[in-house]
């Protein structure tokens, strides 16, 4: 932010106007207590304003720095050190989470006010409207430097929380990617187990029971084709797929489509038999409504 003898500049602040300032002074100051009585009626009559003065002791310290303020608007000095006192306002109506329009339309109530009072008073109308000149700057300045510490310090509230929210989803996403890294790297090696257990199957049916190890090779073989499948799944995801439920659907239904053929060449009570028959329906169900709503998608 600027210095105030640049904000001074800016304004078109001169010598002049700081003889305007002691006039108004001179003008405004015995309506201290006035504007701070009349500038707490107006705090209380919208409900949003009145809730951060729940207390008497709160509005009493509103009342307080209010007339702390409006003298030294009246009085200034305006330098560095008035600067840094209007900045520090602005952070403080920032931290209690005052909104900024809230603000302005204060500022607009004080300076009607003013206005008001030096249009009272009992002096030339052409020195009225040089007093008045001066005053309009005067509340500009405090205005500007006061929102513009306000935008500052929302700013930097928002900035640091954007920066943390930035930080967690960039390591979210890293750690998502090494899960998902770790998730294709066991499924390798799962997919690995079952061409193992498919060479044993095959073995034992060279081997031993014909019949029993090709059923059981052919069950094997079901959950090595579904292992592919959920290989490609994986590799789709870590490209920035889209992830499916189907496949899991369609895994749980070929492990239990392998139990069916198992349990034929098995002794399996009728009970264990029906309840394998039964959820190798219930999933073929479930399958086929998701392919059907898949559909429907499209």
């Not at 001179?26 to 729940?54: C, G, H, M, R, V």
């Not at 069950?219 to 499916?244: A, C, D, N, P, Y």
Request: charged share 20%; aromatic share 10%; hydrophobic share 50%.
């Amino acid at each position: 932010m600027e210095s105030m003898d640049e904000i001074r500049r800016h304004y078109g602040f001169s010598d002049t106007d700081e003889g305007n300032l002691k006039e108004l002074a001179q003008i405004l100051l015995p309506f201290t207590d006035n504007l701070a009585e009349d500038f707490s009626a107006f705090l209380l009559e919208d409900p949003y304003s009145a809730s951060f003065f729940k207390t008497e002791e709160a509005m009493r310290k509103r009342k307080a720095s209010t007339a702390v303020w409006y003298k030294d608007l009246l009085t200034g000095p305006y330098n560095n050190i008035y600067l840094n006192r209007l900045r520090r306002i602005g952070q403080v109506h920032v931290r209690i989470g005052l909104k900024g329009h809230y603000f302005n339309a204060s500022m607009t109530f004080i300076r009607t006010f003013c206005i008001r009072r030096t249009a009272q008073a009992e002096i030339a109308e052409g020195r009225k409207a040089e007093l008045l000149e001066t005053l309009n700057k005067l509340i500009d300045i405090n205005l500007d430097i006061i929102t513009s510490s306000y935008r500052e310090a929302e700013f930097k509230k928002v900035f640091i929380s954007y920066k943390a929210e930035s930080w967690m989803i960039q390591w979210s996403e890293r750690l998502m990617h090494g899960l998902n890294l770790v998730l294709m790297i066991s499924l390798l090696v799962m997919a690995l187990g079952v061409v193992a257990l498919l060479g044993s199957d095959v073995y034992h049916a060279l081997t031993t029971d014909l019949q029993t190890g090709v059923i059981k090779a052919l069950g094997s073989l079901l959950i090595l084709w579904m292992m592919i499948e959920l290989l490609h799944t994986q590799v789709t995801v870590l490209r920035g797929g889209k992830f499916s439920v189907r496949i899991f659907v369609e895994l749980a239904l070929v492990a239990f489509i392998r139990k069916l053929f198992v349990a034929t060449v098995e002794a399996k009570d009728p009970v264990s038999f029906a309840l394998l028959l039964g959820g190798t329906v219930i999933l073929g169900v479930i399958l086929f409504l998701i392919a059907k709503s898949e559909l429907w998608e499209r």
